[in-house]
């Protein structure tokens, strides 16, 4: 099951069956950032938000 978490406006959200995770900016809907994993991911936090 994928995985969201939120911070400053982005979302995080991850793609275990392609073990990868997208930022995504919430207020454009544009996609920030993409990133491939080593493992599953099981779990997601997001820490240092303001």
Known sequence: MP???VGD???Y???PRDRS???ID???GEVRA????EQ???SLVVTNAS
């Open 3 to 5: 995985a969201l978490a």
């Open 34 to 37: 993409t990133g491939s994993l």
């Open 26 to 28: 919430l207020t454009s």
């Open 13 to 15: 959200v991850t793609d």
């Open 9 to 11: 406006g982005v979302a």
């Open 21 to 23: 995770i997208t930022a």
């Open 40 to 42: 599953v991911p099981a």
